[in-house]
């Protein structure tokens, strides 16, 4: 596979226009497959007018039945979850589009490289307590009858994406889902499996469980609530059922209601599977 400079794919990410018409006009080229994904995940190239960038194509042909999810549906999960990360003014995940390809219809998104230089955002510490700008996660069995406490820094960006993946509903924020990006930015991707109508939140980023929400996210839930009932919601109607666009809507007037970062449900696994 050709390899993927960890700026260019940041610059594409951040140059909104830019990066949708190229997936959506653009030519894709399919390289091979990322192994590890749990659907066909397909890493290609995309071309459009001699400019040429990595992405990632996943296959509608390609995801494999949920018991929980509708066949079908994953990839347009991924461009609703693009939608509402682009309309909280945060820009969280990378550009996303729904088109055809090589493979029928599917998703297909700007390919982030991980900033090799970024600072790690999972850690494990002692049990007794995290050190100074960490938040505790959970304590983690590491062999041997030791305990450690798996933790994540004290980051705006991660807390920004708490608040989304709270109204997305994410059912599967590993820590792999993060991607620290070579311009500052921490992107989330694979969102899949989000805007079930059933609490089903699972994730690595409980550390402000319970905390009040910051003034800006109080700010941004506000605004995405009108949007939400205006274009936002007619974007995101060709994606989602009705009644996953009405709890959508009711999570993000719980969200207000509350104040405060959700907590971990006692009826639904809280932490993914594996984490990372």
């Known amino acids: 596979m050709p390899e993927a400079a960890p700026a260019a794919g940041a610059a594409l990410a951040a140059d909104v226009p830019a990066a ?11 390289h091979g497959q990322l192994t590890d994904a749990s659907n066909a995940a397909l890493y290609c190239s ?23 999810f509708p066949d079908g549906t ?12 682009a309309a909280t003014g945060w820009a969280p995940i990378p550009p996303t589009v729904l088109r055809e390809g090589p ?45 450690a406490l798996l933790v994540h820094p004290d980051d705006r960006r991660l807390r920004r994406l708490a608040v989304v993946d709270a109204v997305l509903n994410n059912a599967d924020r590993k820590g792999g889902h993060l991607l620290p990006a070579a311009d500052g930015r921490i992107y989330g991707i694979d969102h899949g499996v989000t805007f079930a ?3 089903k939140l699972r994730t ?21 609530e009108s949007e939400l009932a205006g274009a936002l919601g007619e974007r995101l109607r060709p994606h989602l059922t009705a009644a996953e666009l009405t709890a959508t809507r009711e999570r993000v007037a719980g969200l207000l209601r509350s104040g405060r970062h959700p907590v971990p449900s006692q009826e639904w696994p809280s932490i993914p599977w594996p984490p990372v």
């Open 74 to 85: 994953l990839a347009g999960r991924e461009v609703a979850a693009y939608e509402v990360g």
């Open 204 to 224: 690595l980023l409980w550390g402000w469980a319970e905390q009040p929400l910051t003034e800006e996210a109080g700010e941004m839930l506000r605004r995405l």
């Open 197 to 199: 109508v059933p609490g």
């Open 46 to 68: 995309v071309t459009l007018d001699g400019v040429s960038a990595p992405c990632v194509y996943k296959p509608v042909a390609g995801e494999r039945p949920l018991w929980d």
């Open 20 to 30: 949708l018409r190229l997936l959506r006009e653009g030519e894709l080229t399919v």
């Open 103 to 147: 493979y029928g219809s599917g998703m297909v998104q700007v390919w982030v490289e991980p900033d090799p230089k970024a600072a790690p955002l999972l850690a494990l510490q002692d049990p007794a307590g995290p050190e100074q700008g960490w938040l505790p996660i959970v304590r983690a069995d590491v062999g041997a009858g030791r305990t």
